[in-house]
């Protein structure tokens, strides 16, 4: 089993910075092509993809809102995910939740098997 811990979500104002980072666990990179994603969720709205890295890290994946903006990474070692998010803006707050799979990179939600809990960020104009 999976298990996925986000943190880093806060209150910053439009054009700031946040980093969010997911604390995976439950599996062996050895094991299995793994897909890490990002999605977000605004109040009223449906779960939308953000960014998305594969297991090897060579190949991402950005929803077009956010390119140029936002950076997924992975650390292998400290089996972390991160999301670099910059330049934010007011229609970034959102509910951010890091998603996996064990397959190749897609952007489609239905198609990640596990979820964190969920990290609150929220952008001031």
């Known amino acids: 089993q999976v298990h996925l811990v986000e943190s880093g979500g806060g209150l910053v104002q439009a054009g700031g910075s946040l980093r969010l980072s997911c604390a995976t666990s439950?599996?062996?990179?050895?094991?299995?092509?793994?897909?890490w994603g990002w999605f977000r969720q605004a109040p009223g709205k449906e779960r939308e993809f953000v960014a998305a890295?594969?297991?090897?890290?060579?190949?991402?994946n950005y929803t077009d809102s956010v390119k140029g903006r936002f950076t997924i990474s992975r650390d292998n070692a400290k089996n972390t995910v991160y999301l670099q998010m910059n330049s934010l803006k007011p229609e970034d707050t959102a509910v951010y939740y890091c998603a996996a799979r064990r397959g190749v990179l897609t952007t489609k939600k239905n198609e990640y098997d596990y979820w964190g809990q969920g990290t609150q960020v929220t952008v001031s104009a």
């Open positions: 890295i594969s297991w090897s890290g060579g190949n991402t």
């Open positions: 439950g599996y062996s990179y050895s094991n299995y092509v793994m897909t």
